[in-house]
């Protein structure tokens, strides 16, 4: 059986032709791995409009065939261009992966080339290894069908911007119509969620410290042809991997609120403090020094205060959307915001699914609304109202949020229930939440245990950064009178590097009494 390589390299450049692996671009990288994929005829790469001129001057100068054009590439048209370069080159099946992945891996290929041929499968994959480690395996046939469904039954998934789960999101509508064949790893790292890629910068951060640690440790490591294993436990144990860039920044903006809530610390976290407004100046400074250490990030303008109280809501939100790679998350209780207001920020994101809303709720109805909040019950309806209106400006991007207490956990499945039909006024969207204690400053009043069996590095440690209105960052939410550093004040990198301190001390099961309080470790935000 013969195959084709197919690199797909659809999306922004990125930092993907950036010379960092040993004078080698991650992209140049994923064409030396490309070589080595067993029975392959012919390797071919799949370029966007941005990518073209970089991609067509690197394959002439290894004398490969021009990239195959194209511009706002979908999980359908994807899937179609893999099935007509098959049938083109009269290949019988394709060996599949995204252009920026520099770890692309030999010696795991070759397993799926010889699973995918031995049980003469339609599509094989390789589950349990950090991503960008392994390429998927298409029938030629497959393909077509692939394409068909995008067009059909699938065409929700199929219409979606190119994604890296592309072919198997069209295919899970109707999976038990394909022969699927998996190479499971021994260990499974994915709930490290480790995403080897060169786009993102926090990708592409992930990607040169792991290579320099590897080579540190092998001066004639390859990434083509590396002990899959070894560098994946090399990654777990690596703080600074675990931990590359914020992808969340909560942010202060406001020091009161509209409600009572039951779960709000607030009050106990500051109770000898009086925090400042944040003032429109600093955030600027601010939104800008995280566009330039983080690149993509979502800035949350809801820690510790209701956003829209603050009379410069509307300009904060506005600031985040000059930033191309931001997106805005506003948590709010939907009390005090003016329409006038949502409307300048739907207009400033243009529909591009940048900004969202979570509306807390926590209630089926008034009176528990009542109990929650501390607001009087006639309250419920104007936030009802309030969805509908965000639902109108922000179709798909607005949540009623319900915080499972031991108070309202009866409601939850009435709230669940009504919330989830795609007549309700946010169109099905909603989010259910655990409650918090605030590593213990509060009482417990969760109704369920869902922690899992292992504990692992507190994900917030890893992802999350949280500025309060002076400038001053905590080590982490419940952990306010522990500093890391001040953002206005010094670079976000210094900071950051404090942090990782704690992320390395959760890696080697040393936590302080705080962190042994908490539950938070397994929550995930962005």
């Not at 069908?145 to 890296?164: F, T, Y």
């Not at 786009?199 to 001066?219: D, H, I, M, W, Y």
């Not at 992808?247 to 009086?274: G, H, M, R, V, W």
Request: proline share 4%; hydrophobic share 40%.
């Amino acid at each position: 059986m013969k195959n084709i390589v197919i690199l797909f390299a659809g999306e922004k450049p990125g930092f993907k032709y950036e010379k960092k692996f040993d004078s080698l671009s991650g992209f140049e990288k994923a064409l030396e791995w490309a070589a080595s994929v067993p029975g392959s005829i012919k390797t071919l790469v799949l370029a966007g409009g941005e990518n073209l001129p970089q991609i067509n001057k690197i394959l002439s100068q290894k004398g490969m065939e021009e990239a195959v054009p194209g511009e706002n590439w979908t999980n359908g048209r994807l899937a179609g261009e893999i099935a007509r370069l098959c049938k083109e080159n009269s290949a019988d099946y394709a060996v599949f992966a995204w252009a920026d992945w520099p770890f692309l891996n030999k010696s795991l290929t070759e397993q799926l080339v010889s699973a995918h041929e031995k049980y003469r499968a339609e599509y094989t994959f390789a589950d349990g290894f950090p991503s960008g480690f392994a390429p998927e395996i298409i029938d030629a046939g497959a393909a077509a069908i692939i394409a068909e469904l995008a067009g059909s039954s699938q065409k929700a998934a199929g219409d979606k911007p190119a994604s890296r789960d592309a072919l198997f999101s069209i295919m899970s509508g109707d999976i038990n119509s394909f022969e699927i064949e998996t190479v499971l790893a021994d260990k499974d790292y994915r709930l490290l969620r480790f995403d080897f890629e060169c786009t993102s910068k926090a990708g592409f951060v992930s990607c040169l410290r792991l290579f320099e640690k590897a080579r540190n440790q092998k001066k004639q490591f390859s990434s083509a042809d590396f002990d899959v294993y070894e560098i994946s436990d090399l990654a777990e144990q690596s703080p600074e991997i675990q931990q590359t860039l914020p992808a969340y920044y909560n942010i202060q903006i406001s020091n009161s609120y509209n409600t009572k809530s039951l779960y709000c610390p607030y009050e106990k976290l500051f109770a000898d403090k009086k925090m400042p407004l944040l003032q429109l100046a600093d955030f600027k400074t601010l939104v800008k020094k995280i566009s330039e250490f983080s690149g993509q990030a979502v800035v949350g303008l809801s820690l510790f205060g209701e956003p829209s109280l603050h009379p410069d809501f509307a300009d904060f939100s506005l600031e985040v959307l000059k930033y191309k790679d931001l997106k805005l998350f506003v948590e709010t209780d939907g009390l005090s915001f003016s329409e006038e207001d949502i409307k300048k920020i739907a207009a400033a994101s243009e529909n591009t699914g940048r900004v969202d809303f979570a509306v807390r709720l926590d209630a089926a109805e008034e009176k528990m609304y009542e109990t929650v909040n501390g607001r009087s019950g006639s309250d419920f309806k104007k936030v009802m109202d309030f969805i509908s209106l965000l639902q109108k400006n922000f179709p798909g991007h607005v949540y009623p949020q319900f915080t499972r207490m031991n108070v309202n956990e009866g409601q939850l499945e009435t709230f669940f229930r009504f919330w989830n039909e795609k007549t309700s006024p946010s169109a099905g969207h909603f989010v259910i939440t655990k409650y918090d204690s605030c590593a213990g400053l509060l009482s417990d009043e969760k109704p369920a245990d869902l922690s899992p069996l292992e504990r692992n590095a507190c994900w917030h440690l890893r992802r999350d950064m949280h500025i309060l209105s002076d400038g001053t960052v905590p080590l982490c939410r419940a952990r306010i009178s522990e500093t890391a550093g001040n953002a206005l004040e010094e670079p976000l990198e210094k900071i950051w590097e404090k942090v990782q301190k704690e992320v390395l001390n959760h890696i080697n099961q040393n936590y302080c009494e705080k962190c042994r309080a908490c539950d938070e470790y397994y929550t995930f935000n962005f």
